[in-house]
Every structure is written in structure tokens, then in C-alpha cells.
């Protein structure tokens, strides 16, 4: 974790973090210790539980324990656990947190309900995932944040790399791992194409699945429609498809009839928010029959004898079932650890009781720290040339709501090969000045 460690080189005598506590619920892997030795060594205490109930390595947290970190999670904890460990973590022996590190919202959702009077303390909270940071945003709207946020789950290295290129890189492996299956000409339903979905969306059809896709957003629709999915509703596929995989970081978007109408031996799996996007409960009726065939892996029978192979009993399958690379998660810690420092030292007043976005320029140096890695050099600008972009010589290189150049280009491209024809109808401009408007549009999504 590259990044990480240059933090720590670069922080050497200087303590940005001291007396911050920070109380962190997130996925405990290797590189979580990583991240809270780094928090450690610029100062912090920390005090960690698991934000998911399957994805603790038990080795890791025994020896984050071991290294004196007051640490509450093992894999596999049952739902009572997990509230259980989030209670220890954050209000127990006397240590009350000043910082919240949080992936999903469950452990600020709990403070809120049963420790509101800890927020006197807090400086700040950090959320890392979409739904943490939507119930981030529902709480500022009702005017309830009594804290200013940092959401990081949207700073463009985090999107682009947690949740396209890791999930890219992840899917295959914890379908392999639990099911052993060939993608090659298997149909496969992927529900949701944001970042997730699209990362999803091109691992399989790179190793030759025939891949649909379901969504809501037009424009999430139009791009999976360039990118050469069918875009179609889950009802319509539904009976033919061999992998049915959700991304949406929504709820029952997979319900029991859609799986009552499934095929026999579909492999059912989830790669979005925490357990809700599958309907899981609709399957525990007294007519079905569960059968684990190893872990992480049930059969759910349906009483004609048909099956479907659910894995992870609908959690996440990359972080239940396979390891997520080590480079990725450098980039995600990093990016979380800058917002712990830029909250805690904020001068009073920088942040209100707000959901804030991480600063442009912080983006750009997680990414920077990274560039080694690949022996990447950056061009410089010269004045000159910084002054007709009109942009500082050292950054922020793009406004905020910048995301992808190179979807830009290629509808600029594409955009250029159609002007280059000579059609004067009103028709025509109309239907440039829509595609321009798309571009645009899309620019701002990604
Ligand atoms: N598995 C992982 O390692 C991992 C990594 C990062 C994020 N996530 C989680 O994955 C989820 C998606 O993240 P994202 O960055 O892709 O979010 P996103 O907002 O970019 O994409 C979600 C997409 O789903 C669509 N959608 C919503 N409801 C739908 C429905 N009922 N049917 C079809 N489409 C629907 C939305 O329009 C959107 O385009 C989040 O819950 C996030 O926390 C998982």
C-alpha cells in the first residue's frame, strides 16, 4: 500500500492525528491493520468494528488485537453480534471517539440512536460507501447532522478505483472461488450500471459471457447500450439468464418472483449494498429447503426440485468470498486517512453540519502517491500554457464535477465524425445539439 507508507514517511515527526480517537467500522482485512497502523503512527487511537458480518479476516483482527488495538469483530458474527460490536467499540471502559470512520452508516446510524450526546465530541465523520453517504445527505436535508461529513465515496479515486477497477478485478474471483464456473457463453444479468456494474459488467463480458443489463437511469441505460449490453428488465430475462448479480445500492431489486421464476442451478449473487439488494428473506419459507454446500455457498430448492445456487447469502461476494488487490485498497485508505487529517484540523468554521466532498486537490495527490507504483511521470505545465487552461500550474487540474476524459473524448469524437457531414436539416442540428447536452450530462455523472 504505497501510498500509505508515504504518509507515514512524509508525516515523520509531525503527528497530524494526535489526540484524535477515531472509532472505525469498516471491512477488517490486512489492509484495514494497514490503514490503522498508519492512523496510529500519525497520532490517532483507534478503536475498530466490522461494518459486514462475513468479510473479517479472524487472523487479522487477532493481530491488530495483539498489536494493542481495541478491536471487535470475527467473521461470520451473527446480527446480534454485529450491533454488539459496534456497541463495545463505541462506548465502552470510558473512551469516548472524536472521529468517525464509518462504511455504510450502521455505526453513525447507531450513535445517533442510542449515543446522540457523543456528537458533542465528534469533529467529524468520514463515510466511504454510497449508502452511508445517501443517509449522510437524508440526515442534512432534515437538518439532523450535528457534525460536518467528509464524503469520500465520490472523490473521483475512490469511485474509479474501489468500486470500478476493484469490482473488476473481484467478481471473477469470488464466482470462481465458489462456484468454480466457466463464463464463456453464460448469460449473466447484471442490475445496476454505475461504477460497480460497469466494472462487473466488463470482467464478464471479457471472458466471453453474454451480459444484460437493468437500470433506471437513462443515462446509465445509454452508456451500457455503447458499451454493447442489451438493456432490458430483469422480468424479461429473468428465465433464461445463468448469473443474476446486483449493483445498485438499493433494496429488493432481485424479489422471490423473480427467483421463483428463475432457471434450475442459477447462481444468484450480489455485489452492491450490504444484503439488501436480494430479497434473501423471502426465500426462508417453510416450502423451500436450504442446503449449504460450502461456505458461502447455500442451495435454496424449491419443492419441484429446481435450485439456485445463492452465495454469500446475498452480502457482498467480492469482499465475502475472494480478496479485493492491495493497490486498490491503498488508494480507498488513503483517501480516508487525508479526510480524517483535513477534518480533525480544520480551522472552526471551514465546515458547517454538511456532507462535504473531499477537496479536488487532495483527490489529485492520493492519485500522485500512487503514480510511483507504476514508474508514471507528470508532464508539467508551463505558465503559459497553465494560463490559457486557466488553472494554478500545481492544480486542482479539473473542476469538481469532472469525472471521465476519456468518455468525453470518444462523445466529442463522435460528435465531430457526425458534423463532419453536411446536414442542414433542422432535424439534424436538433439531434447534435441533444447529443452535445448528453456529453455534457454524462461528463457531469461520471
Ligand atoms: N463490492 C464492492 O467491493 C463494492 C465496492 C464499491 C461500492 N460497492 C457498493 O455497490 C453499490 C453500487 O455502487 P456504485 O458506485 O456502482 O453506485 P452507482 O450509484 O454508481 O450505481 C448504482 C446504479 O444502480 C442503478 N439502480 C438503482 N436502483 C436500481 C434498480 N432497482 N434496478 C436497476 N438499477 C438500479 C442506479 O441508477 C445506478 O446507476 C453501493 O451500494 C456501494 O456501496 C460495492
Known amino acids: 500500500m504505497p501510498a500509505l507508507m508515504a504518509l507515514r514517511k512524509r508525516a515523520q515527526g509531525e503527528k497530524p492525528l494526535a489526540g484524535a480517537k477515531i472509532v472505525g467500522c469498516t471491512h477488517i482485512t490486512a489492509q484495514t491493520a494497514v490503514l490503522m497502523e498508519t492512523l496510529s503512527a500519525l497520532g490517532a487511537q483507534c478503536r475498530w468494528a466490522a461494518c459486514n458480518i462475513y468479510s473479517t479476516q479472524n487472523e487479522v483482527a487477532a493481530a491488530v488485537a495483539e498489536a494493542g ?37 450502521d455505526l453513525t446510524h447507531w450513535m445517533y ?16 460507501s454510497v449508502t452511508g453517504v445517501h ?47 466457466m463464463f464463456g457463453g453464460k448469460q449473466v444479468v447484471v442490475c445496476g450500471y454505475g461504477e460497480v456494474g460497469k466494472g462487473s459488467c466488463a470482467a464478464l463480458k471479457g471472458l466471453g459471457a453474454i451480459v444484460y443489463v437493468t437500470e433506471i437511469d437513462p443515462i446509465c441505460a445509454l452508456q451500457a447500450c455503447m458499451e454493447g449490453f442489451r438493456v432490458v428488465k430483469l422480468g424479461e430475462v429473468i428465465r433464461h439468464v445463468d448469473i443474476i448479480v446486483t449493483c ?23 455485489m452492491g449494498h450490504s444484503n439488501t439488494e436480494i430479497d434473501v428473506a423471502s426465500l426462508r419459507t417453510p416450502d423451500l429447503t436450504w442446503e449449504r454446500v460450502r461456505s ?22 467480492n469482499l465475502s ?27 472552526e468554521g471551514r465546515y458547517k453540519q454538511d456532507v462535504y466532498l473531499l477537496p479536488k486537490k487532495m483527490d489529485e495527490y492520493v492519485a500522485s502517491l500512487h ?20 488553472i494554478n500550474k500545481n492544480g486542482p487540474f479539473k473542476p469538481n464535477y469532472y469525472r471521465s476524459v476519456i468518455f468525453c473524448l470518444w462523445l466529442g469524437s463522435t460528435v465531430n465524425t457526425f458534423t463532419a457531414v453536411n446536414i442542414d436539416s433542422f432535424e439534424a442540428k436538433l439531434f447534435y445539439f441533444v447529443l452535445n447536452a448528453m456529453a455534457f450530462l454524462v461528463c457531469v455523472r461520471l
Not at 440512536?113 to 466511504?128: A, D, N, S
Request: proline residues 4%; glycine residues 6%.
Open 69 to 105: 488495538f481495541s478491536v471487535f469483530a470475527w467473521k461470520g458474527e451473527s446480527e446480534d453480534d454485529f450491533w454488539w460490536c459496534i456497541e463495545q467499540c463505541v462506548h465502552h471502559d470510558g473512551w469516548l471517539p472524536n472521529m468517525i470512520l464509518d462504511d455504510g452508516g
Open 321 to 347: 468470498c475472494s480478496s479485493v488487490p492491495s493497490f486498490v485498497l491503498s488508494i480507498t485508505a488513503t483517501t480516508q486517512a487525508l479526510a480524517l487529517i483535513e477534518l480533525y484540523n480544520a480551522p
Open 135 to 181: 443517509r449522510l445527505y437524508q440526515l442534512s436535508k432534515a437538518g439532523k447532522l450535528c457534525v460536518p461529513a467528509m464524503n469520500v465515496n465520490d472523490s473521483v479515486t475512490k469511485q474509479k478505483f474501489d468500486n470500478l477497477y476493484s469490482c473488476r478485478e473481484s467478481i471473477l474471483d469470488g464466482l470462481k472461488r465458489t462456484t468454480d464456473i
Open 248 to 270: 445498485t445500492g438499493n433494496k429488493n431489486v432481485v424479489t422471490r418472483e423473480h427467483l421463483d421464476r428463475v432457471k434450475n442451478s442459477a447462481i444468484v449473487c450480489n
Open 296 to 317: 458461502q455457498v447455500d442451495h435454496v430448492i424449491w419443492p419441484d426440485g429446481k435450485r439456485i445456487i445463492l452465495l454469500a447469502e446475498g452480502r457482498l461476494l
Open 113 to 128: 440512536r442510542r449515543h446522540p450526546e457523543l456528537f458533542k465530541l465528534i469533529k467529524g465523520i468520514v463515510e466511504e
Open 371 to 390: 503514480l510511483p507504483s507504476f514508474d508514471g511521470h507528470l508532464t508539467e505545465l508551463s505558465d503559459e500554457q497553465a494560463k490559457y487552461l486557466g
